[in-house]
């Protein structure tokens, strides 16, 4: 006979805590154990919420914030079903800390209200997080990537048949009056469509991976590893403070609209970032085309002190050298044949400390002379020079950056590295997928620019997170840890 045990209500109790802490989900638990809001948070941050307003607050600011943060890392698209999610799941609130779930207008006004206070948590973390991918590659952590996108406005102009109806009238008038293949319906439409929304002249028109639309613009810079360094919202307030970005829109060019303004944009917004973040030295700076210009040479390179440049050449302009015929990548090319480009022999340092780059006779070889001793010797046909190591040219970099952006085109090294600029592009991409900051049904700037940030949040505490349990892997997204 099995002899029964009467059960204290302590044992019972104890039960209980111990069934609800072990079946809380696993990932949670992995936040709970790995993150403290408290280290991250700055004090500034604490003192403005918790201000005296003559009522206490309901809900903590932790809660607000590991509910704004979750929301993104599992991909929540709205408010609305965020609050469903807080009310049906019991382990959630919980976790964040709610014995009541707010409404979806206290989320709203958290956001508006701690706009700045949001910004101010985004550059802690960067600071924080700079160490972190300094060990996990000193190299990609020490390159800046900069591009820029648009999340598109909830307003009626972004309704595709909207831009549908303008290019159709514009495709009809063309075959009306007969008009040839130059005039282009779509750029016709760009002009004659309103530079900003009817609703609000800050949601400017843009015209990016195909299609025309309605947005708020913004720049993100990211290191080498994807990670995010600095968010630039182009809203009134930074416009107003960097009056040189704005570009007035032409009415033939969208594509050129949109270079002209990020070159703009380029080097105010990287001296925001380093006079915000002065232990962030990056040597290498990576960018499309948009960017080739020789002021932004300069100013990249002498100015903010970046060693090398990887920009490719805006094909509207060529590189010319007054001394010898040059290729597109800006190689030295043989006088008499201008399709051989010259053989590239290193880098050589003079005494001032500056650097050229040497270039010999395409058709020079090496020959053995006594042991261990070896002399140049062309063997061209028909040579440019009596001498018999072949035609030299000397390339000096400080005389071109655009041409010498302190590395040269066309190499291994160049084609390598500028194929790690596609990590600002996916950066941009999973902003907006995966932390769903595009498809916000609002107009609301002050929402839009604190979605952004805490995308950039909600990523840098995945690096956080996977550093402390030293899997560098999740550095970027935390969805195997969740699945």
């Known amino acids: 006979m099995i002899p029964q045990k009467q059960l204290s209500l302590a044992e ?49 600011l932790k809660a607000m914030l590991w509910a704004l943060i979750l929301q993104r890392i599992f991909s929540i698209p709205t408010d609305s079903l965020l609050i469903i ?35 101010s948590m985004f550059h802690n973390l960067v600071d924080l997080t700079e160490p972190i991918c300094q060990n996990i590659d000193a190299h990609k952590a020490s390159m800046t990537i900069f591009d820029t996108s648009g999340i598109e406005a909830f307003v009626a102009e972004n309704n595709p048949k909207y831009a549908n109806k303008v290019v159709k009238q514009l495709k009809a008038y063309k075959k009306s009056a007969g008009l040839d293949d130059s005039y282009d ?26 299609h025309f639309c309605y947005v708020y613009k913004f720049g993100l810079i990211t290191n080498g590893l994807g990670i995010v360094r600095d968010i630039s919202f182009y809203n009134k307030d930074f416009l107003e403070s960097h009056p040189e970005i704005i570009v007035d829109k032409k009415s033939d060019s969208p594509d050129e609209d949109k270079s002209l303004h990020d070159a703009k944009a380029l080097i105010p917004v990287l001296i925001d970032f380093f006079a915000k973040h002065p232990v962030i030295n990056p040597h290498t700076f990576i960018g499309d085309a948009a960017f080739d210009s020789g002021t932004i040479y ?16 805006n094909s509207r302009s060529k590189i010319q050298n007054e001394q010898c015929p040059i290729n597109e990548e800006g190689i030295p090319c043989c006088p008499t044949e201008p399709s051989l480009p010259m053989k590239y022999e290193g880098i050589a340092k003079r005494k001032n400390g500056l650097i050229r780059y ?14 261990g001793k070896y002399k140049r010797q062309c063997y061209c046909e028909k040579p440019c020079t009596s001498s018999s190591c072949g035609r030299m040219f000397y390339i000096y970099p400080e005389k071109d950056l655009r041409a010498y952006p302190g590395v040269l085109r066309g190499t291994d090294e160049w084609n390598e590295t500028y ?51 030293h899997q560098h892997q999740y550095i970027r997204s935390l969805k195997p840890l969740i699945a």
């Not at 609130?93 to 206070?117: E, H, I, M, N, Y």
């Not at 530079?195 to 028109?205: L, M, R, V």
């Not at 996916?426 to 907006?432: A, D, L, P, S, V």
């Open 185 to 210: 319906p779509y750029k016709a439409a760009y002009g004659s469509m309103p530079s900003h929304a009817s609703c609000n002249n800050e949601i400017k028109q843009l015209y990016i991976n195909g």
């Open 419 to 469: 194929k790690i600029r596609s990590v600002v592009e996916q950066g941009i991409n999973h902003f907006k997928t995966s932390f769903c900051v595009a498809g916000r049904k609002t107009q609301n700037v002050k929402t839009l620019h604190a979605d952004l940030l805490l995308a950039g949040i909600t990523q840098l505490i995945t690096v956080l997170l996977a550093d402390k349990i």
């Open 12 to 60: 019972i109790y104890s039960d209980c805590k111990s069934y609800f802490e072990n079946d809380k989900p696993h990932f949670l638990s992995l936040l709970e154990t790995t993150i403290n809001l408290d280290e991250i948070i700055p004090s500034s941050f604490i003192n403005h919420f918790y201000a005296s307003t003559g009522r206490p607050r309901k809900y903590p």
């Open 298 to 313: 300069k100013s990249l390179l002498h100015d903010l002190k970046f060693s090398k440049a990887y920009i490719p050449l």
């Open 85 to 119: 999610f807080l009310k049906y799941s019991k382990e959630l609130r919980d976790f964040c800390g709610f014995t009541k779930v707010p409404d979806a207008s206290k989320l709203t006004r958290f956001k508006q209200d701690f706009l700045l206070d949001l910004q």
């Open 358 to 371: 040497k270039f010999v006779c395409p058709k020079m070889k090496w020959i053995k002379v006594t042991k």
